[in-house]
């Protein structure tokens, strides 16, 4: 069976949100369970990879996701698997690139707002989700790289075409050496962006006040009740998800 993984990696819920006005290009962790389950007996279950990265924990949530998978799993990289999407390839027994193709890691990025013991948390916390990201890149190599080379190419933000990350271990092939056009590098900083897509509370304001007109919910789950808080506590309370939720790579 074959499935197509495009757009923004991100956790089930926004994904239902986003779906819920129609935008398509977004990714989450339910999409790989669903796949697995309604993969048929015995055949491979194929991925078709087109991202440009997301959320780093929706990305962990489909790597160990797809690690677990009963069925032989197999990535074929399109155009570009880039940050969280470099993570969730690397689940798939085999990871196969268009000659095309890229392959991109880097360092996690948040945002901090507070003292300098919040930065020095928040910097700690990044170095703690590289070795996260580092232990899957080092399984997935096998040997080819070093952790420390790894390490390195993360640092430094590093793009892999085809061939180089299958020297790297990051890939175990390459689709169809036929050869083909060179990636277009405006193409691929649009495909590290959100892609257009708007802002999710701006969209949560949209869905709410669409249910309260009286809109039928369609396929998204319906989100939970706030109770009612006073302003300050709202601000903290969506500072403090912003940190979680925004953390990326």
Known sequence: MRVTLNGVIMDDDWADLYRWFGYTGVICPGDIRKAI???????DLVFEVNSGGGSVFAGFEMYSVLRGAACRTVAEVQ???????????????????????QI???????????DEYEHRSSAAMLRSF??????????????????????GMMDRTTFFEAHEAVD???ADGVLDEGGGEPVDPVGVINAMTWGGLPP?????ARYEAAVGQGT?????????????SDTAGD?????????IERLRY
Not at 37 to 43: I, L, M, R, S, T
Not at 80 to 99: F, K, Q, R, Y
Not at 108 to 114: S, V
């Open 235 to 243: 601000i903290r309370l969506a500072r403090a998800r912003m940190e």
């Open 130 to 151: 590289k070795e996260s990201i580092l232990n899957g890149y080092v399984a997935r190599a096998a040997g080819k790289s070093t952790r420390a080379q790894l390490s």
């Open 200 to 204: 999710i509370g701006e969209l949560r």
């Open 79 to 101: 155009s570009l698997a880039a940050s969280a999407a470099s993570t969730v390839i690397s689940g798939c027994a085999v990871v196969m690139l268009s000659p095309v193709a």
């Open 37 to 43: 389950k309604e993969n048929p007996e015995g055949e």
């Open 104 to 114: 991109m890691i880097h360092l996690p990025t948040t945002w901090t707002e507070g």
């Open 216 to 228: 039928p919910s369609g396929a998204v789950r319906q989100l939970p009740e706030r109770e009612p």
């Open 168 to 170: 790297a271990g990051l």
